[in-house]
């Protein structure tokens, strides 16, 4: 039975969000146009209209941050711009029961209604807030307990021997054809070629090498990564550490990941023999355990929160984040001296194939940046000068920010047109699921980088550009933040004020500071002023505002 037809005046505006990720698309069937048809129906039959539609295509709920669409979703929410935001299922929207309430509570605070097509409740009244709750929390039981069976399955699996991680240098990830799963098993063959440089790095480690002399020597041989990158000092280390190139399977190193991270290390992890073919002997594998334990000492070696400008430095020749470095010179009275500098991460990372050092000494890098500073906030001509530049350049973005947009725009669409030409393939057969999650992901990398670089397009139009920013605001700012640099105390304080208000500092060929780029965003301002009426709020501007000092 249709719907009455509602006055235009009263008809309720919906926003309808919809998300699967890449692997209940591939292997459930899941489909975004589907949840979309039905919700689409749903407006129909109540004589609702359809403000906007969100979609997160191949994007895990786990993590809101991490969805661009939803994030939107959010924001318009808090303009008021609808009345209902409605998707297929609760689950849609968060899997976590926490992060599912706080964005219902934003939907609450601007009397905005959160309704499911499945499951049916009405978070205005206080019994559908109830049943809300109830459902939420039974979705979170689900979840975990799904999550605990998983878990179990692949401990047991560890056990057996068999892998369940992802790829690894040395071996291809290779499907065992089983019809009796859904989810078809895999095990590690080995791939000759890569397996060539695991060998290489374990005999230069046991002729005495170290991390960073390993990987320089592998990069100018011409050996690359899974991913054909150049070799780093950890990715060297990850590999003479990995028990699965002497036949090893081991399993659970870290626990509760989601949450702890790196953090939580366990003593006993799953240690078994593996049923793939071992790339180094156990003798060599001993031999380099021997070695590593042996050099597993502390090193002397003072922490980068001493060096404030570490990161916020850019090597003029790469780009990359300029870390600490040491050269140690003799006296003429035999007594040694050590000198610092900033230098290219990448080169000390990676060796000279990566880059070179292009040191610049720490003690004038430091005195010279902050006198800067200093020089800037205490001259009104500086601020004044800058501030004009600064609005009338804004004043002229509109046209280019427009063709950007629509640049943009463009790309995400010719993205979409590959997603749905994958699963095609995929549907007739064409693609294996590895195959299919594999170019999925990556498409899915590709639009994020597009919808990242969207989102504040998108805002800087609705809103007409930037607001103006005033002499007052960056004079405040300044001095503010220099009164807090000379009262904070420690190094790591410090350091911490540096990068927030510092984007990054460049350097030109003759390894002197050329420009300090100043970023004025709403944590920046909101930390360096009284929050008065100038205060940027996040309605106002969706990118910082670059200050560039010259300092030549």
């Known amino acids: 039975m249709s719907a009455e037809p509602i006055h235009p005046l009263m008809t309720k505006k919906v926003g309808i969000y919809a998300r699967v990720s890449t692997t209940e698309q591939a292997e459930e069937g899941y489909s975004i146009d589907e949840q979309l048809r039905l919700l689409y129906e749903w407006c129909e039959r109540q004589g609702y209209v359809v403000h906007k539609e969100y979609a997160d295509r191949g994007i895990s709920g786990k993590n809101i941050e991490s969805r661009p669409a939803l994030k939107q979703l959010i924001y318009d929410a808090k303009q008021k711009e609808f009345d209902i935001v409605l998707v297929w299922k609760m689950n849609r929207l968060a899997r976590d029961i926490l992060d599912l309430l706080n964005v219902v509570k ?39 307990n799904i999550a605990e069976n998983v878990k179990m399955g ?80 950890n990715a060297i280390k990850t590999i003479l550490t990995n028990p699965v190139y002497a036949g090893y399977i081991r399993y659970n190193v870290r626990r509760d990941w989601t949450e702890k991270r790196r953090n939580n290390i366990n003593p006993n992890p799953v240690m078994q023999k593996g049923l793939h073919k071992p790339i180094i002997t156990e003798d060599t594998w001993n031999k380099a355990k021997s070695i590593l334990e042996k050099r597993s000492g502390k090193p ?31 006296n003429k009275d035999g007594s040694k001296r050590v000198l610092e500098y900033y230098v290219c991460g990448a080169w000390k990372n990676k060796g000279t194939s990566a880059c070179n050092s292009n040191g610049i000494r720490t003690e004038y890098a ?22 004009k530049k600064i609005n009338n350049r804004y004043k002229s973005n509109l046209g280019p920010i427009q063709k950007e947009y629509q640049a943009l725009k463009k790309s995400i669409a010719a993205v979409e047109n590959k997603r749905d030409r994958v699963l095609s393939l995929f549907e007739e057969g064409v693609l294996n699921k590895a195959e299919l999650v594999d170019r999925l992901s990556k498409l899915n990398e590709e639009r994020q980088v597009l919808e990242d670089r969207i989102t504040p397009l998108e805002k800087q139009l609705d809103q007409g550009g930037h607001k103006e920013i005033s002499f007052n605001m960056v004079k405040e700012v300044m001095t ?53 009426e100038e205060k940027l709020s996040d309605d106002d501007f969706s990118s910082p505002f670059c200050i560039f000092i010259n300092v030549n």
């Open 480 to 532: 503010n933040f220099e009164m807090s640099y000379k009262a904070t105390i420690t190094t790591e304080q410090r350091k911490h004020l540096l990068q927030l208000l510092i984007s990054k500092i460049t350097i030109s060929d003759r390894r002197k500071i050329d420009t300090i780029e100043i970023q004025l965003n709403n944590q920046v301002v909101e930390r360096f002023t009284n929050k008065g």
């Open 366 to 387: 430091d005195s010279y940046v902050l006198g800067q500073i200093s020089k800037f906030t205490s001259s009104d001509t500086l601020i004044k000068d800058v501030v």
């Open 300 to 330: 002397n070696r003072v922490h980068s929160g001493e060096y404030p400008l570490t990161g916020l430095l850019k090597c003029p020749s790469c780009g990359a984040g300029m870390v600490l470095g040491r050269t140690t010179n003799r």
């Open 106 to 144: 934003i939907f609450e605070q601007k009397d905005i209604a959160f309704r499911s097509y499945s499951e049916q409740y009405e978070t205005e009244t206080p019994s559908g807030k109830l049943q809300f709750h109830m459902m939420a929390a039974i979705a979170e039981f689900e979840r975990a």
């Open 154 to 233: 692949m401990l047991a699996r560890a056990r057996e021997g068999s892998w369940n991680g992802g790829q690894v240098l040395g071996y291809d990830v290779v499907e065992v054809p089983n019809e009796n799963k859904k989810r078809k098993p895999t095990k590690l063959v080995i791939n000759e070629k890569e397996a060539q440089t695991v060998r290489r790095i374990f005999h230069l480690y046991l002729e005495g090498n170290g991390y960073k002399s390993i990987a320089n020597k592998l990069n100018k041989e011409g050996h690359r990564s899974k991913k054909n990158n150049l070799f780093s000092i």
